[in-house]
Structure formats: structure tokens, C-alpha cells
């Protein structure tokens, strides 16, 4: 089994990097609904909310959010004692369809997608203080440099922070290979085995989080391919 690097490696991702149009782009996103699922990530960060957010109504501002069919799946979880949210999507692609929205509106979910590069928005945040700030694999595209830089930002707007991310394991990165048969593409295939190069282990992301926030800190291996984190404020 081929193991990965001690040292997180980041490249460039197919996704990224396509318009977002691209028909291979369009089937690689819907192979991410598939990935999500057998990673369990809607489950792990479905568990991460409940237990780490007590308070409702809530305003929630979701971090690299993509078509929104990830947080879809996690508001479904959550159930009916959970509407009344207010979601703030921010990804660098407009990519969220009338249908993904209307299906937030069923669930009482207010949505406003943010289209922007993230470290534009954490220059100048415009959008207030938030209950929670929730991200999926999406860290794991930046280096520790930048990293550091958004999670001050983060700490700033929240007293609650919560990822799901890839990794970094000798079995995740075995894994991506079997994602030919849930009929994954060549695009999926580059960006999962990438992803879990860059992804994380031990304490890498606490080592990144600001040392003077008052936050407890909770970072491990969830399952057999997530590495979670969680920032919570002290007080709550
Ligand atoms: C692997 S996808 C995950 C999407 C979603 N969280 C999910 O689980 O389905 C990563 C997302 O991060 C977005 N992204 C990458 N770099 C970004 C940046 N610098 N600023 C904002 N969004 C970015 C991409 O557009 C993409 O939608």
C-alpha cells in the first residue's frame, strides 16, 4: 500500500482549474456527492454540529461550499429542529442551481451564496459575526502560510469552527483508487489522491489555529478517511 508523504504536499486540483462548465468538471462534482458519501462526511460533520452547537436560530457561513449539495445533505440530517438557519455560502464558482436552493427553502434554510476567493473575503469580511463557521474538504487546498491567515480571520467571526477534511493515510490514499467503481472520472481520480497528499494528521491544524484565542481545540481521525477539527469557544 503506497503511503504518503510525513509532509503535507499540495498541488493544483482539476477542478479548480476547469471552467466551470466543463462537462468533466460538471461529472466530477456530482462524483463528489458520491465521495462525500462514502467518506461519510455529511454523517461526521452532521455529528460535529449537533454536538457542538446548541443555540438556534443560527447563522452559519459555510467555507468553500461548492454547489451546496453538501450542506444540503448535512441540513437533511439535522432534521426538522434545525430550521430557521441562515447559510452563507462562499466559493470562489457560482455554482449553486435554483433546485439545490429551492430545496434549502423546503428545509427552512435561508441561503445567500458569497462568489468570491476566500482570501479576498477574509481582506475585507462584510458579512458580520456568524454562529458557526463549517467547512469540507476544502483546507487541504491551502499552504500552512495561508492557512494561518484564514483561521485568524475565522477565529474572528465565530466561536465555533468545524472541518471535515481529507486524511493523509497510507489507506485513504489506496482508497482513491477504488473510486473507479462508483464510476468516478479522471478528474475525480486526480483530485481525490491529490487531496489526500495535502490532507492532514496529528495536530496539524491546531498547530496552524491563532495560540491566543481561547478556543478548546478538538483534532482526529474520524472513521477511516476524515480528519476533523473542531474550534469551540470556551463559554458555550
Ligand atoms: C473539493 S471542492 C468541495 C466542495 C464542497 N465543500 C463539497 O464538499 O462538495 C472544493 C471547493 O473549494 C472551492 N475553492 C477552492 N479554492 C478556493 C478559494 N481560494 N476561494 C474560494 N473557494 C475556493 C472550489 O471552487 C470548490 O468548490
Known amino acids: 500500500m503506497a503511503r504518503p508523504a510525513s509532509q503535507r504536499v499540495i498541488e ?33 460533520m452532521t455529528r460535529l454540529m449537533r454536538t457542538n452547537l446548541e443555540r438556534k436560530p443560527l447563522r452559519i457561513l459555510e467555507l468553500g461550499a461548492g454547489d451546496g ?32 436552493r429551492a430545496d434549502f427553502d423546503l428545509l427552512g434554510w435561508r441561503v445567500k451564496p458569497v462568489v468570491a476567493d476566500v482570501f479576498d473575503w477574509i481582506d475585507k469580511p462584510q458579512d458580520g459575526r456568524f454562529d458557526a463557521v463549517t467547512t469540507n474538504l476544502f483546507l487541504h487546498h ?13 477565529s474572528g ?13 497510507g489507506l485513504a490514499l489506496w482508497s ?20 489526500v497528499r495535502a490532507g492532514f494528521s496529528g495536530r496539524e491544524l ?4 491563532p495560540r491566543q484565542s481561547a478556543m478548546n481545540l478538538d483534532e482526529r481521525r474520524v472513521g477511516p478517511f476524515t480528519h476533523a477539527f473542531a474550534a469551540r469557544a470556551a463559554d458555550r
Open 142 to 154: 491551502f499552504t500552512e502560510l495561508q492557512l494561518r491567515n484564514l483561521l485568524a480571520a475565522t
Open 206 to 209: 491546531s498547530r496552524l489555529w
Open 69 to 100: 449539495r453538501f450542506m444540503l445533505s448535512v441540513a437533511r440530517r439535522l432534521g426538522k429542529g434545525w430550521s430557521n438557519v441562515e447559510l452563507v455560502t462562499l466559493d470562489q464558482a457560482d455554482l449553486m442551481t435554483p433546485k439545490v
Open 12 to 44: 493544483s486540483e482539476l477542478l479548480d482549474t476547469l471552467p466551470a462548465n466543463d462537462p468533466r468538471a460538471i461529472a466530477s462534482r456530482s462524483d463528489l456527492v458520491r465521495v462525500n458519501a462514502v467518506m461519510f462526511q455529511s454523517a461526521i
Open 157 to 169: 467571526v465565530t466561536p465555533c469552527f468545524l472541518a471535515t477534511e481529507p486524511r493523509r493515510s
Open 176 to 195: 482513491t483508487g477504488w473510486l473507479r467503481a462508483i464510476g468516478a472520472n479522471d478528474v475525480t481520480l486526480h483530485d481525490s489522491a491529490a487531496s
